[in-house]
């Protein structure tokens, strides 16, 4: 049977006093309508249709699905009037899932759940019991049977303290579907045409309506503040961290830990306290991530130690950190640092576009861009390289065993061959053959019992 999905996303989102539109706001790093849109991505629908409005242009160019389309709802009139701009871009018969833009976390078998229930004859509403009902549409039953859905400015008192709601996500049968909503009618008082009132009119056409419940109330909560973003950020968290700690990550504090992308990690890692991760991680066997780090796109091999106040950003480039390295405190590794075994970089050290060979060490105050660093490297505290003139950026190379003394200026481009030394504060603009000294500074000259220069009286 075929399956449309969709999905509405063409609110202002008033409340959430931005100029972005509400749906393109970010949870764990994704928006709001693209974890909708990669839940549904996974069902298996053949059609994939997102109601935009407001910010439609930039809602639209921001999100991506497999066989999504746009279709656009001007003015918004109500979530009724959202659905029928769908009409013709849905399949004669089979069925449509509704979701909402702004409920990111819904999961795919509750989502399937719901087309299951609906099984191409019957309406289906996703439903929950809320302790505070305030603003939702109340599911009105006699005896068991669901008889229409009453919104909360439409509702009676007695309607008012019906505890069941409609989260805003439904199934229907796509050819009753049609029928319904080309029947609508704004007479309410929010003069909106409603979605919800398709349950009374299958009702009255005797189909039968069905409910069925999510298996968590996290996955019908929807965002329209930044107080709810928070919130419902904070639960997304906790339930991630409590995976990593299932699956055996130590966690110094559940609630002091974010992942706004994809982590994966090996057995005994441990991560310190407020680390954020962002992108594509992957941690190795072994890893211990300390306080106050923050890391994207890299891959960090078995055993290394990332210490505290370190910043990792791959950007498109990744950056690699091999087996037993050593990074930080206050280490910063920019894109295309690909680091061997055993490296270690230390304190107030930037690494950007540079391999670094087994056991190289930079361990202080340092810059290492567009360089190829050879095995036990030691790099000097303070020294850099040169890599840019202005206009073009050069390679460094620097081979195994080389010694580089502290506060030296390598002018790329440069090469410093095997196990050559270079005197600390040299500025180097010429290469180095293999094992020779090199020092390029002024001469040390000494003026025995120099008379300091006194004030005139
Ligand atoms: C809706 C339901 C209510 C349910 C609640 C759950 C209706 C009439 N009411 O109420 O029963 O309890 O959701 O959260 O459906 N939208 C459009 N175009 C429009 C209007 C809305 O795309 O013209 C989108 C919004 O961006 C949002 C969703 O539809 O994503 C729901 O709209 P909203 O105004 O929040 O509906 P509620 O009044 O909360
Ligand atoms: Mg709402």
Redesign the pocket.
């Known amino acids: 049977m075929a399956l449309d999905i969709v999905i509405?996303?063409?609110?202002?989102?008033t409340r959430m006093k931005s100029s972005l539109p509400?749906?393109l706001h970010k949870l764990a790093g994704r928006s709001l309508l693209q974890h909708v849109l990669d839940t549904a991505a996974t069902l298996g629908a053949d059609r994939i249709i997102t109601?935009t409005?407001h910010g439609a242009e930039l809602v639209e160019a921001a999100v991506q699905a497999p066989h999504l389309q746009f279709v656009r709802?001007m003015p918004?009139?109500?979530?009724?009037?959202?659905v029928q701009q769908a009409v013709p871009a849905l399949h004669a018969e089979g069925i449509t899932l509704i979701l909402?833009?702004?409920?990111p976390l819904i999961r795919a078998e509750t989502a399937r759940a719901l087309v299951e229930a609906c099984d191409g004859t019957r309406l289906a509403l996703l439903t929950i019991d809320l302790a505070d009902a305030a603003?939702?549409?109340r599911i009105v039953r006699e005896g068991d049977s669901v008889r229409a859905?009453v919104?909360h400015k439409d509702a009676t008192p007695a309607q008012r303290e019906i505890r069941e709601?409609?989260?805003?996500m439904m199934a229907v049968p796509t050819g009753l579907l049609k029928r319904w909503l080309s029947q609508l009618k704004n007479d309410n008082v929010q003069g909106?045409y409603?979605?919800?009132d398709i349950v009374a009119m299958a009702v009255a056409d005797q189909v039968a309506v069905v409910a069925a419940q999510p298996v968590a109330e996290v996955e019908v909560l929807?965002v329209?503040s930044p107080v709810q973003l928070a919130e419902l950020e904070r639960l997304h968290q906790r339930a991630l961290a409590v995976r990593f700690m299932d699956a055996g990550v130590r966690l110094a504090d559940p609630a002091r830990f974010d992942v706004r992308g994809t982590l994966t990690c090996g057995t005994d890692v441990e991560v310190d306290v407020n680390c954020v991760f962002e992108g594509d991680v992957s941690l190795g066997d072994g890893v211990r991530i300390g306080a106050n780090c923050v890391i994207r796109n890299a891959r960090i091999a078995a055993n290394a130690v990332i210490h505290p106040f370190t910043h990792i950003d791959g950007e498109a480039l990744g950056v690699k950190v091999g087996t037993g390295s050593l990074i930080g405190p206050f280490a910063r590794l920019r894109p295309g640092a690909d680091l061997g075994n055993d490296v270690h970089i230390g304190n107030f050290v930037e690494v950007k576009n540079s391999t670094l060979a087994n056991g190289a060490k930079a361990n202080h105050l340092a810059y290492l861009g567009d360089a190829t660093v050879g095995e036990r490297v030691n790099y000097g505290a303070g020294s850099i390289t040169a890599n840019y003139d202005g206009a073009n950026k050069h390679r460094t190379v620097i081979e195994a065993d080389v010694h580089v003394g502290s506060n030296s200026v390598l002018v790329a481009p440069v090469k410093l061959g095997a196990g050559a030394t270079i005197g600390g504060g040299s500025t180097i603009t010429k290469d180095v053959p293999a094992g020779a000294l090199a020092v390029a500074r002024g001469k040390q000259v000494v003026l025995e019992g120099w008379p300091r220069p006194v004030k005139k009286k």
């Open positions: 509405m996303a063409a609110g202002k989102g509400k749906v109601i409005g709802q918004q009139l109500g979530t009724g009037h959202a909402n833009g702004d409920v603003g939702y549409g859905i919104e709601v409609y989260t805003g909106e409603y979605l919800t929807g329209n």
